[in-house]
């Protein structure tokens, strides 16, 4: 298995435009995450998902923040408009149990 | 609702000396229990976990953690630190009971000097 995906690795962006980041789940995994990391805050969970079902997302900063997951193999976490104060490193992960990690989308919004 | 603890921002270890990274948690129930490592621009990478039976598991690198009911921890050790395991690491804990979140601790930098 190629373990998590995610798309694009690095992304940079103008305030104010609308960005979406990808993820592909390990197949078989019942449980995506999707994590936000900053040096202020660390790792923040944003949402997760159980069974395609968004189950918590009191993580998510705003409504300026959504994610979906129409199927068992994809993911997207979408930020509309962007701002300066978004710009982290987003990371999703999948799980049975333990989570495995993707390698992470470097968001930067100027 | 469920929470964990690094209280050590940094720890530095001299190679060849025994580390430990603290970390402590608060969940009802049974908890999973699991350490992970991040290298420098890379995700995070499964170290080790517990999930039930002994209490002492091993995981990758050589590392190994103690789960303490009583203490509500699981201190991540290792006997002889290597400069490579310089790295930030996290612990992190699950309820197992239903669909549950992960939560991680706000990491701890590990510093072995040569």
């Known amino acids: 298995d190629a373990g998590v995906i995610q798309s694009p690795r690095h992304e940079v962006t103008e305030m104010g435009q609308e960005v979406t980041l990808r993820c592909k789940p390990i197949?078989?995994?019942?449980?995506l995450f999707w994590y936000r990391q900053t040096m202020m805050r660390g790792l923040e969970l944003l949402i997760y998902?159980?069974?395609?079902?968004?189950?918590?997302d009191s993580g998510m900063p705003e409504d300026r923040f959504s994610a979906k997951m129409p199927n068992a193999s994809f993911s997207t976490l979408k930020i509309q408009p962007s701002e300066p104060r978004d710009s982290a490193v987003y990371f999703c992960?999948?799980?049975?149990?333990?989570?495995?990690f993707g390698q992470g989308t470097r968001l930067t919004v100027v | 609702a469920q929470s964990v603890a690094q209280p050590e921002d940094q720890v530095n270890v001299a190679e060849g000396n025994p580390l430990t990274v603290k970390c402590t948690y608060s969940?009802?129930?049974?908890?999973?229990l699991f350490w992970y490592v991040q290298y420098p621009n890379r995700g995070l990478q499964f170290l080790l976990k517990?999930?039930?039976?002994?209490?002492l598991v091993k995981g990758s690198y050589g590392f190994e953690a103690e789960f303490n009911k009583s203490q509500t921890s699981f201190h991540l050790k290792k006997p002889s630190a290597l400069v490579s395991d310089s790295a930030l690491y996290f612990c992190?804990?699950?309820?197992?009971?239903?669909?549950?979140?992960?939560?991680f601790g706000s990491g701890t930098r590990l510093s072995i000097r040569p």
């Open positions: 517990y999930i039930t039976g002994d209490n």
């Open positions: 992960a999948s799980s049975l149990t333990k989570a495995f």
């Open positions: 969940v009802s129930g049974n908890p999973y």
């Open positions: 992190a804990v699950r309820d197992p009971a239903g669909a549950s979140k992960i939560i």
């Open positions: 998902f159980n069974n395609n079902v968004p189950i918590d």
């Open positions: 197949s078989g995994h019942n449980s």
